[in-house]
């Protein structure tokens, strides 16, 4: 009211935004809430209490994360489909019990994941489709969760996108369906069923890759795209087109357009059905966030034509967006809600101003030239507004592409007007497939070979990236303040380019430009290269596994192992664990690697480590000849120009001031035919009165061996050995090393029991303070030599000194 009785327009505009922002604050608020602990997360979290009290009372090992057995039933959210561990199931849960005879059953609505196990699971896939009811035996618990500085929170994530927990079954014939699903659903899933049958067979006898490829574009099927050719289209920044979205939804929009044309039948008619068609097809091919996005924006276009209902593309923009958050306050968090609108909101600015500009110039060279070169400038109009929508695209959101992906690339604005057209011809003659399948394979089997055609040129203009590397790298999230003062300067720029002064133009032309280069050399990095005097040891959250990165006084770095997770698991630790946190301190290279043995979970993760961080040296222990996975990593560091360093005990550096000691192992005797754990490198980092001592796997014979040769020290930090097995820390060698702090690196809810409580109880004995990874998430060690500063993701610290 105060607004509007001043009469001031931008003071009404700014109170009306004001009151939107806190409604949709709210809105979003309470949206959270119910997703981060719908009724099954209750349930789960009484389930887990009572299983762990009876298991406490029958003496039996209590899981130190919340985990539950139960049988849930619910609607199947989706299709099934395979993955590397079995088959996945996406359910929306509405009943929960913890016993077979269904006693004690609750109501507890919620969504989760559920891989399904066992050799009986495959055949199941075709009878689990969306709709229809099903119940099942569970192993629940929370996902799985990574708490490192610079790791982004996937709980969180899948929280936001309706799944609240994880579990699994451990065989196919557990699964029971219990009835159908409607009629719609169905027909649908027979329909998803044969599509993915007739790609199979039309594109998969050309490539199998391809055949995965078109069935993604097609019918939004991604089970079968393999981890490399996802990470190519990543990083030449095309991997949008493999994604059922705008694009997709545009290109079936304009055959629609066009077959109504030809037949002559543009009116009202046309249009509705147009829209009954885009909303089956966005039925078909299972829904998901970006497809009911760029439906709604179709459906709201042809509505629009329908009422012949000529508004501003901007305002149709406003409409859908409204609408989307309105259904879903939390879409507002979403980054592919974030880049969907964003790009589209670029493309609706630019080109049209881009296209007026163009249109005016060749008016100009027509009248100067003639119309002898009027089909070419056609040709170059159209270029320009390609390439005009893909450079505004890109200019828009690859700040947002920093935060969330933390990778730039700059190839897509080349490669788009190959990977667009490629998409096309892909999309098109993959859904030709379907149809032409029914009438005779020969024909089905030509367009076929085209969507082939399309989806191999698509991976192949990817590889362009490889001769111009510097178009795509990862950077760490850039700072708040930089991406506001990006913004703030760009949209200045664009807003006063027509009416404001030259010197007004260029100074927000160049602090946007300042602030672009802020977000993409991170200040941090210069910093963290000079090194700010101390010894920082942090012991990553990587699960079941080992990974710990040191940064030294100087500046240099060395990263002990990688962590990882076992060959059946596509989740690259390396990637989406080890790599953020090393981004995160400001580094993009390493000097050193450090591989303790060849197990999966100290090496699975280092192969993404060497291609992005091209460390200068790699030091192995003891030689395992026949170990393919380490003559893969020695290949890969060799590529990249690493040196490759067998360490024995006894080898000595001094980095930054800073003594490591290779204390195991000793030369071997024998060649080695498989990885064993008393083969692991032993490090100790000696810095003043401080030690810190990393051991591997090592048991306890290598532990009796190594005691004798580990002088004393006032602070001594110990990586405690193997995750805290019972194989290890014998009382023996901790009374050697005496360590002030034992940091344990171990999974929630391991199968290994790791650490184990009598292991626990030999630190505790010795005064140690233990910290957990599982626990506690990354543990940070810092030190000048004299004191140590010990502090973890979670909040706890501890400060000691000699």
């Not at 509505?303 to 923009?317: V, Y």
């Not at 700059?410 to 999309?427: E, S, T």
């Not at 080695?672 to 051991?695: A, F, M, P």
Request: with cysteine; glycine share 10%; hydrophobic share 50%.
């Amino acid at each position: 009211m105060f607004a509007w009785a001043l009469r001031r327009s931008w003071c009404l505009s700014a109170a009306v935004a004001l009151g939107f922002f806190i409604g949709g604050w709210m809105l979003s608020a309470v949206a959270w809430q119910r997703a981060w602990r719908p009724p099954l997360r209750v349930a789960f979290e009484d389930l887990a209490r009572t299983q762990r009290a009876e298991a406490a009372a029958e003496g039996r090992r209590v899981p130190e994360d919340d985990e539950a057995f139960a049988i849930v039933r619910g609607t199947l959210r989706s299709d099934a489909s395979p993955s590397a561990s079995g088959v996945s199931l996406s359910l929306d849960v509405d009943r929960l019990c913890c016993s077979a005879s269904l006693s004690g059953e609750r109501d507890a609505s919620g969504g989760i994941l559920v891989t399904v196990v066992g050799a009986l699971a495959a055949e199941g896939i075709d009878e689990w489709r969306a709709g229809r009811r099903v119940r099942l035996p569970v192993m629940l618990r929370r996902p799985s969760r990574y708490l490192d500085p610079g790791v982004p929170d996937h709980e969180r994530a899948l929280a936001r996108r309706g799944t609240a927990l994880v579990g699994t079954t451990k065989s196919g014939a557990l699964v029971e369906v219990l009835a159908r699903g409607s009629w719609i659903d169905e027909g649908l899933a027979s329909v998803r069923a044969f599509s993915r049958r007739a790609i199979g067979d039309a594109v998969g006898r050309w490539s199998p890759r391809s055949a995965a490829i078109v069935a993604a574009i097609v019918i939004g099927d991604r089970a079968g795209l393999d981890e490399d050719v996802q990470r190519r289209l990543q990083e030449a920044g095309t991997y949008h087109v493999i994604a059922i979205s705008g694009g997709n939804i545009a290109i079936l929009a304009g055959l629609l357009l066009g077959a109504f044309r030809t037949a002559g039948w543009l009116g009202r008619g046309a249009m509705v059905a147009a829209i009954a068609l885009l909303i089956v097809y966005a039925m078909l091919v299972g829904g998901g966030a970006s497809v009911d996005r760029a439906t709604l924006m179709a459906v709201v276009y042809f509505i629009g034509r329908a009422l012949d209902h000529r508004s501003p593309p901007l305002n149709s923009l406003a409409v859908v967006a409204a609408l989307l958050v309105a259904g879903d306050p939390l879409s507002v968090a979403d980054p592919a809600f974030i880049l969907t609108c964003g790009a589209t909101l670029a493309i609706l600015v630019v080109v049209p101003a881009v296209t007026k500009w163009n249109a005016e110039s060749a008016e100009h060279a027509a009248k100067s030239i003639g119309s002898a070169v009027s089909a070419l400038s056609a040709v170059k109009r159209v270029a320009l507004a390609m390439f005009a929508a893909s450079a505004a695209a890109e200019a828009m959101l690859f700040p947002v592409g920093a935060i969330v992906f933390s990778r730039v690339t700059f190839a897509g604005l080349g490669l788009n007007f190959i990977a667009i057209p490629l998409m096309g011809v892909a999309q098109i003659a993959g859904m030709a497939v379907v149809p032409l399948a029914t009438l005779w394979t020969p024909l089905a089997s030509i367009a076929g070979w085209v969507a082939h055609a399309g989806a191999a040129g698509l991976v192949r203009s990817a590889d362009l990236v490889r001769f111009a590397p510097a178009m795509t790298y990862r950077v760490a999230p850039p700072s708040p303040m930089a991406v506001a003062i990006y913004y703030a300067a760009a949209i200045a720029w664009w807003t006063v380019a027509r009416g404001a002064s030259r010197a007004t133009r260029w100074t927000a032309a160049v602090v946007a430009v300042a602030a672009a280069f802020w977000i993409l050399i991170d200040p941090r990095a210069v910093l963290a290269a000079r090194g700010d005097g101390r010894l920082h040891v942090t012991f990553l959250d990587v699960g079941q596994g080992d990974a710990a990165f040191v940064r030294f006084p100087g500046g240099s770095t060395l990263l002990v192992d990688a962590g990882g997770l076992s060959s059946s698991s596509t989740f690259d630790i390396g990637d989406r664990v080890v790599a953020p946190v090393i981004r995160d301190a400001g580094f993009a290279r390493l000097d050193e690697i450090v591989l303790t043995h060849g197990d999966p979970d100290h090496i699975g993760g280092a192969p993404a480590i060497l291609r992005e961080f091209r460390p200068k040296e790699v030091w192995e222990g003891v030689p395992v000849p026949r170990f393919e996975p380490l003559n893969a990593l020695r290949a890969a560091a060799e590529a990249g120009d690493a040196r490759w360093t067998t360490m024995y005990r006894g080898t000595r550096r001094v980095i930054d001031g800073v003594e490591v000691i290779a204390r195991h192992p000793a030369m071997e005797e024998w060649e080695r035919q498989k990885v064993r754990n008393d083969d692991s490198i032993v490090l100790e980092l000696r810095w003043g009165d401080v030690s810190v001592l990393l051991t591997g796997d090592i048991g306890r014979m290598v532990e009796r061996d190594i005691a004798p040769l580990i002088p004393p020290a006032r602070l001594r930090i110990l990586k405690v050995p193997h995750h805290g097995s019972l194989t290890s820390s014998s009382n023996e060698f901790l009374a050697a090393v005496r360590p002030q702090v034992a940091v344990v690196s171990a999974g929630r809810n391991n199968h290994f029991g790791h650490p184990a409580p009598e292991v626990l109880d030999r630190y505790r004995a010795i005064g140690s303070a233990i910290f957990r990874t599982d626990q506690d998430g990354a543990v940070t060690v810092d030190t000048d030599g004299k004191t140590i500063d010990v502090h973890t993701f979670q909040g706890r610290r501890l400060l000691l000194k000699g």
